[in-house]
């Protein structure tokens, strides 16, 4: 599965066979050291668990689920060596994220988390199955009941077997990562996919946040999924494109509705601000899908409604939505790794654009900010280093999927920048940004320098001439 990072280089753009290479040994010690570490993280996912608990079926059916997953990577990666080398990664590092987020849950929280949560009540239905049949999967089948549901069908099938449902949730977002690989490469032939694919898959914070039970490892992929779809629709201007995204967004609305109406948003303004095209059939198809997407928008806004009104004694959303926003912030602020407290909404709103750099290092109180910090500042890296790269993609913001992440990171920014003043929330929350956000960092190739660029094409002139001869 070895590839020199030569190899991986087919774009018809010059491209710094350097920058190619870093990715290449990003993956190889991301995978290196998930490998070396297994015995720790293997003993810390089975076995650190209350001792009530039975771990036999967990050792059968977490070997099974990793079968499944190699052999399903080596199935849809055959064309990218690249890729295959980053899936398999992928797979066992989220594999070490799960491990890690069971331990930290029940050993640093004490098993006051979401993820155990659903997990308990699970088998609660589960339990409660032998004597009323299918009937203890009650409606809704959306939001938090859905995970309870998803949690009680699990624990049917597997009886408490905690750490395979952990595995298995942790291989969803790793499915999410191969979409928006996908979705990249698809509307970026030309784009730098190898840091990419190593950000969508392997950026630290996306690996922990959502390589356990919970909605953040299903939206995930639903947002992919969703990415993909709209890809499709852009650069092949059919309908199949757009039901592999109304999929994506049927998902988000059944976990996180106000995720879904920013997508729908996003969407809609490229339409909406596109330049009139020539031909018919261009016409048309303008015609028809600007009042579906628009029609589509209204109905998810509607529904995303609870997310603002939720907190309003008895649902009154005769209260302004400033007023809930102020009341949906001072609701999380909790714990020490609150902020912003006692500011407006105004200056919440100004300070949103920042939201993907936060906490700053005079924010930092506690272990887990230092963390966040530091992979903060690891991103404003990037974007400093490639910044003509960034400025450049911005400007073809009239391009169709160009325009699409743009608003979606702007509008994201804003509702979760306005509403969340809470360190720990906004590193999970914003998970669901920053692969969208990678792309735009990503959509055009690291360029060479005017050097490497010379040294480049003397090799390839030399490479011809031995050729020839």
């Known amino acids: 599965m ?30 290196v050291g998930s490998i070396i570490t297994s015995p720790f993280w293997l003993e810390a996912l089975l076995f650190t668990s209350p001792s009530d608990y039975s771990y036999t079926a967990s050792l059968i059916c977490i070997p099974l689920l990793v079968i499944i997953g190699v052999v399903t990577i080596l199935h849809f990666t055959q064309t990218d060596p690249y890729l295959r080398r980053l899936m398999m990664a992928g797979l066992v590092a989220h594999m070490a994220a799960s491990s890690l987020f069971l331990w930290v849950g029940l050993n640093i929280y004490g098993g006051a988390v979401d993820a155990f949560h659903y997990w308990t009540v699970g088998l609660q239905l589960a339990n409660q199955f032998h004597f009323y049949g299918w009937s203890v999967f009650q409606p809704p089948y959306w939001s938090t009941n859905l995970i309870y549901n998803i949690c009680g069908v699990a ?40 840091l990419l ?17 919970g909605k953040d490892a299903l939206i995930q992929c639903f947002i ?10 852009t650069q092949h201007q059919g309908f199949s494109g757009m039901l592999v995204s109304a999929a994506g967004l049927a998902g988000i609305l059944l976990i996180r509705p106000h995720v ?20 018919s059939t261009h016409k048309a198809l303008k015609i028809i899908l600007v009042p579906v997407l628009l029609g589509a928008t209204y109905f998810l806004v509607t ?4 997310f603002l009104f939720s907190n309003t004694p008895g649902g009154n959303k005769t209260v302004s939505v400033f007023q809930e926003a102020n009341t949906v912030t001072k609701n ?42 530091t992979e903060s500042f690891i991103l404003i890296l990037f974007c400093i280093a490639r910044r003509r790269e960034v400025w450049f993609t911005v400007q073809r913001w009239r391009d169709p999927y160009v325009g699409f992440l743009l608003m979606y990171v702007i509008v994201f920014c804003i509702m979760f920048g306005a509403t969340e003043s809470n360190f720990g ?30 040294r480049l094409k003397e090799t390839e002139h030399v490479t011809l001439l031995a050729s020839v001869s």
């Open 155 to 194: 624990a049917l099938l597997v009886g408490d077997a905690l750490p395979t449902l952990f595995i298995a949730f942790s291989f969803v977002p790793l499915v999410g990562g191969y979409l928006l690989y996908r979705a990249f490469t698809m509307v970026f032939p030309d784009g730098d996919r190898w």
């Open 425 to 454: 929330l906004i590193v999970r929350q914003r998970i669901m940004m920053t692969p969208l956000a990678f792309m735009l960092l990503c959509a055009q190739p690291k360029l060479l320098t005017g050097q490497l660029s010379k």
């Open 197 to 213: 694919g190593l950000l969508a898959v392997l950026w630290p914070s996306i690996l922990f946040w959502s390589s356990f039970i």
């Open 2 to 31: 070895g590839i020199a990072a030569t190899r991986a280089i087919h774009n018809c753009v010059p491209i710094d066979p350097r920058s190619v290479a870093r990715c290449v040994l990003a993956v190889k010690l991301v995978a």
């Open 303 to 306: 529904q995303a409604q609870s």
């Open 224 to 233: 992919a999924l969703a990415c993909l779809g709209f890809a499709k629709a």
């Open 332 to 373: 999380s602020q909790m714990g020490g790794s609150a902020f912003n407290r006692g500011t407006s909404l105004t200056v919440r709103v100004a300070e949103s654009p920042f939201l993907a750099f936060r906490p700053f290092p005079w924010e930092i109180h506690n272990w887990l900010a230092g963390v966040s910090a």
């Open 260 to 279: 879904a109406a920013i997508l729908a948003i996003a969407m809609t303004f490229p339409y909406v601000v596109a330049r009139p095209g020539s031909g």
